[in-house]
């Protein structure tokens, strides 16, 4: 089945720096990666998402990058405010099947 | 506003109890799931349902069972639960995906489960 594996684990930044969160997927029939934000106390929420047939897919601050012969997709969070402070999660799914499979996550802190 | 519903947000239970932990959608969604999330491990597919009656295991299912009666209602089962199932658990919904599209999965606010 599909590996996905999210690096770092966690990470620290001052407020207006940008923040990168990579993830690598094992599947090369995967052509779905979803990010997902998790606030405190509450369930993970989708923030943007990249389908394999476009590299690069930008939503204001966040954009997201695919790399398919690397297998490699990435999300960049710029100008960071103290609300980017969550757990973050990246995401593969394949085409014709419904389930996805999630990372391990990130705990990124936004340092005023 | 769509809305995933855990009815119980905190429980403990002692070990060898039977623990049903209810989930409703209320977006007409074929898809329901239940992962469960430990820190370090991330979100893991414990259950999913693609309509009424049926199922499928995810990644993680010994030790759980689910019932889904209603297209809206689905629920989780720990039959026997044990210090090892102490985690929080995440219900969500979706569409069903289609060709090369993607779509949304709908998560609840986690049911924290404790076993003692």
């Known amino acids: 089945g599909e590996n996905v594996e999210q690096h770092p684990s966690t990470l620290s930044v001052q407020e207006g720096d940008s923040a990168v969160i990579k993830c690598t997927y094992s599947d090369s029939a995967s052509n779905y990666f979803p990010w997902y934000k998790q606030e405190l106390g509450k369930g993970p929420q989708l923030i943007i998402d990249i389908r394999s047939n476009v590299g690069e897919k930008k939503d204001q601050r966040i954009a997201v990058t695919l790399n398919k012969t690397a297998k490699h997709f990435s999300l960049h969070i710029t100008e960071t405010q103290p609300e980017d402070s969550a757990v973050y999660f990246c995401?593969?799914?394949?085409?014709?099947?419904?389930?996805?499979?999630f990372g391990t996550g990130t705990k990124l802190q936004v340092i005023p | 506003d769509v809305k995933v519903t855990q009815s119980s947000r905190y429980l403990v239970k002692r070990t060898g109890e039977k623990v049903f932990l209810e989930c409703v959608q209320d977006m007409d969604h074929e898809n329901m799931f239940w992962y469960r999330q430990d820190p370090g491990l991330g979100l893991r597919l414990i259950y999913f349902s693609y309509d009424v009656k049926m199922k499928e295991k995810g990644d993680i299912p010994e030790g759980y069972s689910v019932s889904r009666e209603k297209k809206e209602r689905f629920s989780l089962i720990l039959e026997s639960a044990s210090t090892n199932q102490t985690s929080m658990y995440l219900c969500?919904?979706?569409?069903?995906?289609?060709?090369?599209?993607?779509?949304?999965?709908?998560f609840g606010e986690g049911s924290w489960l404790t076993v003692v």
């Open positions: 969500a919904s979706s569409f069903p995906r289609s060709g090369t599209g993607g779509n949304t999965i709908y």
């Open positions: 995401a593969a799914s394949k085409a014709g099947y419904q389930k996805v499979t």
